[in-house]
């Protein structure tokens, strides 16, 4: 049987938007080119017609791109022995750090013109966590973590 979960979850950067509402911004603006291309070929400006057509092509990689880039996760699991981080890319492979949490820092570096950073430190090994998440939900995750792990220093050996 595994040691009880002092804190458990999954960070994950907000989507974008639907696939449905996609798809319909998507439509709208092909449209709208398409319209606006016809005028042109029917004015003599053909040329015109392909670097329409890019604009929804490149459009459609953006949407596809940033809805890749929303499937991405961390979870952090805190145990009274030990403090895991498995990340999971959007298109490569999972990975997996443990620290024990009697010597792990959590570091939250908030300065006035930059954005803030949240990373996990222990024996010289960094890791940031959470970079996707605007700087109040960091701040959270922040605040919870060092609970949880003050909560595992804390609890005594059975």
Known sequence: MGEALLFNTTLRPNPPMSAGVLKLVLAVVASINLAFATWFVAHGAWPVTPFMGADVALLAWAFQASRRAASRREELRVT??????????????????????????????????????????????????????PPGERRSVAQQLRAAIWKARETPVN
Do not use: K, M
Request: charge should be neutral; proline fraction near 9%; glycine fraction near 8%.
């Open 80 to 133: 009274r022995s030990s403090l895991c981080l498995d990340r999971f890319p959007p298109g490569g492979s999972p990975t997996h750090v443990e620290f024990n949490p009697y010597w792990v820092r959590v570091e939250l570096e908030e300065l006035p013109q930059t954005a803030s950073r949240l990373t996990l430190r222990s024996h010289g090994r960094v890791e940031q966590i959470g970079a996707f998440l």
